[in-house]
Nanobody, 122 residues
Framework: QVQLVESGGALVQPGGSLTLSCAGS????????IGWFRQAPGAEREGVSC????????YYLDSVKGRFSISRDNTKNTVYLQIHFLKSEDTAVYSC???????????????WGRGTQVTVSS
């Protein structure tokens, strides 16, 4: 059974940091580009970062550049998203998705996780 499972979401104070994980099973995650998306209440889902299969390329939404860092450990079938200097506007459900290439378009991705909640509040 193909699965993507996110973890690491939490309630964090502004300025704090988190590392989100996206673990794949039932398929070779290493053969896929992995994107991270987020959806805040009442807002559309937006792509925040993506990493290619070989880690040769990484992409970031302009508003998160310098604060988000994506990486992958192919030995663990896992992709990570480090988030620093968290802001209240980062509050959202963060989901990962697997596709053949990176894109901000949802339809490109074949597999999706259910998401993990990140809440930034004092």
């Amino acid at each position: 059974q193909v699965q993507l499972v996110e973890s690491g979401g939490a309630l964090v104070q502004p300025g704090g940091s988190l590392t989100l994980s996206c673990a794949g099973s039932g398929f070779d995650l290493n053969s896929y580009a992995i994107g991270w998306f987020r959806q805040a209440p009442g807002a559309e889902r937006e792509g925040v970062s993506c990493i290619s299969q070989s880690e040769a390329s990484a992409y970031y939404l302009d508003s998160v550049k310098g604060r988000f860092s994506i990486s992958r450990d192919n030995t663990k079938n896992t992709v990570y998203l480090q988030i620093h200097f968290l802001k209240s506007e980062d509050t959202a459900v963060y989901s990962c998705a697997a596709g053949l290439h990176c894109s901000a378009q949802n339809f490109v991705y074949d597999y999706w996780g259910r998401g993990t909640q990140v809440t930034v509040s004092s």
